[in-house]
Every structure is written in structure tokens, then in C-alpha cells.
């Protein structure tokens, strides 16, 4: 995992980090898969008829790096 952006790997993993999974209280250990389901619906829930925001969203969202959020989500749990 390189740390090139604010101790993440890339702008859109920290964005995604700082953004929306930072207002979300976990309590157990999450899959990469888990975090990207949330990101997404987060981010098309309220966008639906905007197709063009969509795939700008969709190409950003693409860039994470949902496993290192794993990692670091799940690395802060007190368990």
C-alpha cells in the first residue's frame, strides 16, 4: 500500500474516506466489498436522472482503493 495522497494511495481513496465512509460508525470488521457497496449508494441514491454526474461519479469511484480502506477501517476497530 503506497501512501501518496494524505497517507492513502491515490486522491479518490482519501476523498472517498474523507467524505463518506469518515461519517460512518464501524464497529466490525468490513470487506472492501461492504465499503463500495455503501460508497455507491451514497452516491447515486439522490442522483438517479443525472446520467452524466453518474458516470463522472462512477469513473471517481473506480479509482478507490476499497481494500486499503478495508484494511484501514478495520485496523481502528476496537475490538
Given at each position: 500500500?503506497a501512501?501518496?495522497?494524505?497517507?492513502?494511495?491515490n486522491?479518490?481513496?482519501?476523498?472517498?474516506?474523507?467524505?463518506?465512509?469518515?461519517?460512518?460508525?464501524f464497529t466490525e470488521?468490513?470487506?472492501a466489498?461492504?465499503?463500495?457497496?455503501?460508497?455507491?449508494?451514497?452516491?447515486?441514491?439522490?442522483?438517479?436522472?443525472?446520467?452524466?454526474?453518474?458516470?463522472?461519479?462512477?469513473?471517481?469511484?473506480?479509482k478507490?482503493?476499497?481494500e486499503e480502506?478495508?484494511?484501514?477501517?478495520?485496523k481502528?476497530?476496537?475490538?
Amino acid at each position: 500500500m503506497a501512501s501518496n495522497y494524505n497517507g492513502y494511495s491515490n486522491y479518490a481513496t482519501w476523498r472517498i474516506n474523507n467524505d463518506i465512509l469518515s461519517k460512518c460508525d464501524f464497529t466490525e470488521p468490513i470487506e472492501a466489498f461492504e465499503l463500495e457497496d455503501i460508497v455507491t449508494t451514497v452516491v447515486f441514491r439522490e442522483n438517479e436522472e443525472q446520467r452524466l454526474m453518474q458516470e463522472y461519479a462512477a469513473a471517481f469511484i473506480s479509482k478507490v482503493d476499497f481494500e486499503e480502506l478495508a484494511y484501514m477501517i478495520n485496523k481502528n476497530i476496537n475490538l
